[in-house]
Structures are given as C-alpha cells and as structure tokens.
C-alpha cells in the first residue's frame, strides 16, 4: 500500500525529516550538524520534493554549509553520482536524496550552476545564481557580469529540451518579445537574453492610471501568438487538473480539505454548463511573472513559454487573475490597489468570454497555488494559505 501524499508531506517536512537526511548523508561517512526545510513542492500524483539547508562535518573534519534535495517521486536515472536510496521501514514509500546540483533528473544542472563552465559557453566573466528551482523538474539560473545581468539559463528534462526550443524558435519568427535564445546544450539547457523592462507585478504594486488600458496591452499579446503553435502539443489546463490541485490544497490544509474538495468540485460542475470557447493559440502560463513592461501600456517580453499551444484563450485570462488575485495574500502592503484593479478586470473580462467559464478557471487557477502557500518557519504560510482557498471560492461565486 502506498503512502498517502500528505504523509509523504509530513515525512519531508516533519521531526523525521532530519533523521532521514542524516542516514542519506551518513552513507558517505558525513555527519549532519543543522537541518532546515528551505522549500516544498508537492505535486499530486506525481510525488513530494523538498529541500534543505544544512551544515555537516565531512569524512575530513571540515565542518560545509550545503543544499540537498529529497524527493518521493519516480527516479529515471539511478545513476546520478551521490544519489542515496532509501526505503522506508513501512515499505510504503521510496525517497531519493541527492547533493544541489546534482539533480537525477536535470543532468545540465551542474553545468549550469557553475560559474566557470558559464563563462567559457559566453566567452564572458560570469558569476551565476539560481532563480527558481523545482527539484526534478526545472530551474532559472541568473547569470550576471561585471555590466549587469548577461542572461538566464532554463534547465529542463532532455526530452523537454526540443519542444521548448522549437517554442522559442516560432514566438520569435512571429515577431513577439520573447528571450532570443543565445546558447544550447541537448541535455536539457538553454540560455537566453535578459528580458527588457520589469516585471508587471511591479507596475501593480505601484499603482496604474488606467487599469483597462493595460489590460489591453497584456492581452493584445495573446492576439500575437501565430496560428501555427496550434500544431503544438497540448498541456492541461488549471482546470483540467483541478481535481488534482483540490487534493493538494488538502494535503497542505488537512483542517480545510472539504473546503478544498468542494471548490474542485464546483469547478468540474462550471466546466460542464459552460462554453470555454475555441481552439486558439494559447501561452499556457499566462501570468504577471510571465509578463515584462517597459511602461504600464507597453508590453517588453513575454517569458516562460513552455506551454505554449493549443487551447482556449479563457484559460489564459483566468491564469492571468487567478495569479493576481493572490498578490494581495502574499504580500497584501505592496499591492493595495489589486483589489479594485481585479473588479475592473473582471467586468472586462468576462464580457468577452463565457462568464461561467472563466469563473470556474480563475478559481482552478487560484486553487492550484494554495499549497504553495506552505513556507517553512512559522505559521505565516497557513494565513497566506487560507486566503488563497477563500479567494478561490470568491471567483466561482462570480459565475
């Protein structure tokens, strides 16, 4: 019998957490000093990840402040130098634990996460530093000179590698403002120039005179994406997935979870009575992060396309407020004009798609980023957290 998800949480996160990354380290003769949870990423049905912050004293005496990694989901390549197996004693569940960069899964990272390796690919001086990372998944490494940021470096699975850059290769044909791609390495690494202009989160949080005009602005761009990404392969919607993101969100509130069920419930029952639209080209991750201006009417880049292909421009709409409807919950100081921003855009809207439909997805959306909420020190997290599921349940009352 397989361990449940939330004790595959609580196993990663909890007072056990240390004993098992101390056996992990153990194998090699080290021995570990501190141990902090630093991230979290569960993704449902596919296995939990965490990682670490530690100090340990090696096989030599020398006492090393690290990052390691811990994950309970599926391994394609065993032989990742360092990677320790470990069975837990139920037979329920398989952790792998490695040393960052070592990732089993993202075998461009190391290169990637070394500054030197960086400077002869760019012919340039280059310090690197990470900005996101998913274990197993991806990671956004910053690669910075003495002039200022060269470029970023997205390192995906290799058999990810050709889709995303095919996706570049056609966004920029098209004439749209995505990241020129500069550098490739098939194992999974592909370096891009530094987007222009700053990220929308930043026009939000300042504060915009005409809420309608930039909204304009941002979606205009979806109308620039050219017919032929349709030919793309599809990923799943939010919404395609909401019944996986309410078991998330479950797992992370376990007090909340028949909240949690009922909205992915009552957005499969939205789904079903309303029209999502068209077939039409989509970006597929559709959100302020995503999205750069040089001014709040002009849009400088469009980032993270991996998604890019088929869909329905709802989805895309739905992403876009489902993200910004959380801003407030994570830091509700520095976004004190998104409330009513949101009311305005939500009136737009939905007067150009299904009203039902993109209720239903901006709640899918906002679900889904619940159990991303959980943070590893105190009890902040749960706040932020129980926001975002009273948000999610805002949106389907607006259907």
């Keep these: ?44 049905g596919a296995g939990v990840s965490a990682g670490y912050t530690i100090t340990v004293r090696t096989p030599g005496g020398a006492t090393e402040e690290q990052y390691i990694c811990a994950t309970t989901g599926r391994i394609s390549n065993p032989s990742t130098p360092g990677r320790v197996r470990l069975e837990h004693p139920s037979g329920e569940v398989t952790v792998h634990v490695w040393r960052h960069p070592h990732d089993p899964e993202l075998p461009a990272l190391p ?27 991806r990671c956004v490494v910053k ?29 920029t044909a098209a004439g749209l403002p995505v990241p020129r791609i500069t550098h490739t390495d098939d194992r999974g690494l592909v370096a891009l120039t530094a987007a222009p202009g700053r990220p929308m989160a930043h026009y939000l949080s300042a504060g915009v005179d005409d809420d309608a005009a930039t909204l304009d602005a941002v979606v ?3 109308d620039l994406l050219p017919d032929s990404v349709t030919s793309l392969p599809k990923h799943p919607s939010w919404s395609e997935r909401v019944d996986y993101y309410g078991h998330a969100a479950a797992t992370a509130l376990p007090s909340e979870a028949e909240r949690a ?16 639209g068209p077939v039409v080209p989509t970006h597929g991750d559709f959100y302020e992060a995503n999205i750069f201006l040089s001014s709040p009417t002009e849009v400088s880049a469009l980032l993270d396309v991996d998604a890019v292909g088929p869909g329905h421009r709802v989805d895309d709409l739905a992403c876009l407020l489902g993200h910004v409807s959380v801003l407030p919950c994570l830091a509700p100081t520095s976004y004190p004009e998104v409330p009513h921003t949101l009311v305005l855009w939500w009136e737009y809207l939905a007067a150009q798609v299904d009203r039902t439909a993109l209720a239903a997805r901006a709640a899918a959306v906002t679900l889904s980023l619940v159990a991303g909420a959980k943070k590893t020190q105190g009890e902040a997290w749960r706040q932020d957290a129980l926001e975002r599921l009273a948000q999610a349940e805002h949106w389907l009352t607006l259907g």
């Excluded at 290169?111 to 998944?137: G, K, M, Q, W």
């Excluded at 069920?261 to 999502?276: F, L």
């Design 143 to 171: 690669v910075e000179g003495r002039a200022g940021t060269l470029a970023f470096l997205k390192v995906v699975r290799p058999k990810l590698f050709p889709d995303l850059v095919r996706r570049h290769e056609i966004l």
């Design 111 to 137: 290169a990637a996460c070394d500054s030197d390796t960086i400077s002869r690919l760019l012919e340039v001086p280059a310090s690197v530093s990470i900005v996101s990372y998913r274990p197993t998944r």
């Design 261 to 276: 069920r009922g909205v992915a419930a009552e957005v499969v029952r939205m789904m079903q009575s309303s029209d999502p």
């Design 1 to 44: 019998m397989a361990m449940s998800e939330f004790d595959q949480v609580e196993l990663l996160t909890g007072a056990g957490a240390r004993d098992l990354i101390a056996h992990a380290l153990g194998t090699e003769g080290s021995d570990l000093i501190e141990c902090a949870v630093h991230a979290l990423h569960h993704r449902p």
């Design 220 to 222: 205009g761009m979806l």
